[in-house]
């Protein structure tokens, strides 16, 4: 697809005041400080969307301070097309702000036909990121994720395969996504042992999915693990949208997602009296949604889509408001558990 040069003539200077507002954090026992609020390209970002769009998208990320980009081999549709519109974008706006960016790719879901595009095996994964590479235009991604536990691949074979990919310099660190607490911490030891410490863990986590609170958390804190929470607005449920129905170009009308009608209607009931609740706090419920995962540090960052400039925005206003009193948690907890 190409770029058109009528809509955007001039050539695009990001703004020189980008780092003012947003926060940054570390990423568990690491160099790397990660904005507050990430950018994913799962949605909104394929050959099915308008690659202008998605490249405004971009341009306002990260003049308001999103330095991170996150992608995998599947994002589109059609699978790598998220990675081919990213490469066009970069190539024309953010090559000279390399150094300023941590993106990130993955490989772990089906890819290709056959044995070897799927998975864990070392085979599957360092293929995948040389594709990945390829596709962006990239010498490198900032890390690398195994995308989902694989139960049939021993554990060392797929970290290993992570510790070879930051050894030949095509990554610059290893992460973990979807992981079990359990398979996180082996996990982590081996990487540890093989000289390559796991920077984080990339795992779904919001009002409505809150297993990560168990002991997950905690695991990654005592290994020095940051941990980026997807899908923080539960694709959206968590914002004014779905309040007075469902709207024809949201995600939960389109085909070929994975968020159901029927999952916005069940949780209704729960999604409006949050709305009020954030309105007593002077906020918009994406706004509320975003803040209660960050107010416990142990969130590096909170990793949003957004199907435009103006959620985007929205969604960056909830840095103005982090804390919340007791009896607002106490609130919020008694929703979410009616
Ligand atoms: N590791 C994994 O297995 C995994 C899995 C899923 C996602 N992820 C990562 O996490 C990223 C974010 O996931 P997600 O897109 O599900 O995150 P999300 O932030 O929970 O949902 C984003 C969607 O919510 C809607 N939205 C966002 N802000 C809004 C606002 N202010 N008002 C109204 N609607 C708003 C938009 O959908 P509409 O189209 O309806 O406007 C947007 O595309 C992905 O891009 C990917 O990088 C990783």
Redesign the pocket.
């Known amino acids: 697809m190409r770029i058109s040069d009528k809509t955007n003539p001039v050539e695009y200077r990001a703004v020189q005041d980008r780092y003012d507002e947003m926060t940054y954090r570390r990423c568990g026992n690491s160099g790397i400080l990660l904005p507050a609020i990430s ?6 970002f394929g050959y099915v969307d308008n690659i202008e769009k998605a490249r405004n998208i971009l341009k306002v990320a990260f003049d308001a301070g999103i330095t991170h980009f ?3 081999n599947n ?1 589109g549709p059609p699978y790598g097309s998220a990675e081919e519109n990213f490469g066009l974008i970069f190539k024309r706006d953010f090559v000279k702000y390399r150094d300023e960016l941590i993106i990130s790719s ?1 490989a772990g879901y089906d890819m290709w036909p056959g044995p070897y595009g799927n998975l864990g095996s070392r085979k599957y994964l360092i293929a995948s990121c040389d594709q990945s590479l390829k596709r962006m235009g990239l010498e490198y991604v900032d890390i690398f ?1 195994h ?2 536990p694989d139960p049939d691949t021993p554990l060392e074979e797929t970290m290993g395969a992570l510790d070879q990919i930051v050894r030949q310099g095509k990554a610059l660190y290893a992460g973990i ?2 992981y079990p607490s359990d398979m996180a911490e082996k996990a982590a030891a081996i990487l540890k042992d093989l000289g390559t410490p796991c920077l984080i863990h ?1 795992a ?1 986590y ?1 009002m409505f999915e809150r297993w990560v609170e168990d002991d997950l958390l905690d695991i990654l804190d005592d290994n020095g693990v940051g941990c980026i929470a ?7 449920m ?4 779905y309040i007075h129905g469902i ?1 024809e ?4 009308a ?1 085909d070929m997602t994975y968020l159901e009608r029927s999952q916005v209607e069940a949780q209704l009931p729960k999604i409006k009296q949050l709305h009020e609740l954030a309105l007593e706090r002077g906020q ?1 419920l ?1 706004q509320m949604a975003l803040s209660w995962l960050l107010k416990d540090d142990r969130i590096t960052s909170v ?6 400039t ?3 925005k ?2 960056l206003d909830a840095l103005d408001k982090l804390e919340f009193d007791e009896d607002e948690i106490r609130k919020i907890d008694e929703v979410l558990k009616s």
């Open positions: 950018l994913g390209l799962w949605h909104n996150d992608l995998a994002y993955k994720y995308h989902r996504s979807n990339q779904k919001s997807f899908s923080p607005l539960a694709q959206g968590l914002t004014d949208k709207p170009d949201s995600r939960a389109k918009k994406s990793l949003i889509g957004a199907s435009s103006n959620q985007l929205e969604n």
